[in-house]
């Protein structure tokens, strides 16, 4: 009987004993997936090695939240989204989203652009020059003709 119970002791120092060493490797491996700071990694396995039990729930307590991959991860995310806001236009009154060559808001009849009266190119509201023809530069605010009218290719 004395025998069982020496083997049952042997069994469960040595099933603690490998709780414990389980414990403090998962804490090093965890530590070290949510920060890179060699000091919070020492503190955190050091806690969960010096007080098995009250250690790691510490530990729990006081970890990082996010490990390095999510950080990762949302912030790819949230790059993502920045760049896909600014390729997308939106009108400036109801913001819905326009296309670049809409010269007019299909929702809310917002004036987006205005086009050239010399060579048809849409053109910013706040531009007093075309950058494409010049128009506007120094010609006394008035349209040149055209090289050819409309009518005359159509005929």
């Given at each position: 009987?004395?025998?069982?119970?020496?083997?049952?002791?042997?069994?469960?120092?040595?099933?603690?004993?490998?709780?414990?060493?389980?414990?403090?490797?998962?804490?090093w491996r965890d530590i070290r997936s949510r920060t890179q700071d060699v000091v919070l990694q020492a503190i955190g396995t050091i806690l969960t090695a010096v007080f098995p039990g009250l250690g790691i729930l510490l530990y729990l307590i006081l970890r990082p939240r996010q490990t390095l991959a999510d950080l990762y991860e949302r912030q790819l995310e949230e790059e993502s989204l920045l760049a896909e806001m600014t390729e997308r236009q939106t009108c400036p009154t109801c913001h819905y989203r326009v296309d670049g060559d809409f010269q007019v808001c299909p929702s809310c009849a917002t004036k987006l652009r205005?086009?050239?009266?010399?060579?048809?190119?849409?053109?910013?509201?706040k531009w007093n020059v075309c950058p494409y023809c010049g128009y506007g530069a120094g010609d006394g605010g008035r349209a040149p003709a055209r090289q050819g009218s409309r009518s005359a290719d159509r005929g």
């Open positions: 009987m004395s025998k069982l119970i020496g083997y049952a002791v042997a069994f469960l120092i040595a099933f603690l004993v490998a709780l414990w060493l389980s414990m403090i490797i998962w804490t205005r086009a050239c009266p010399r060579c048809d190119r849409l053109l910013e509201l």
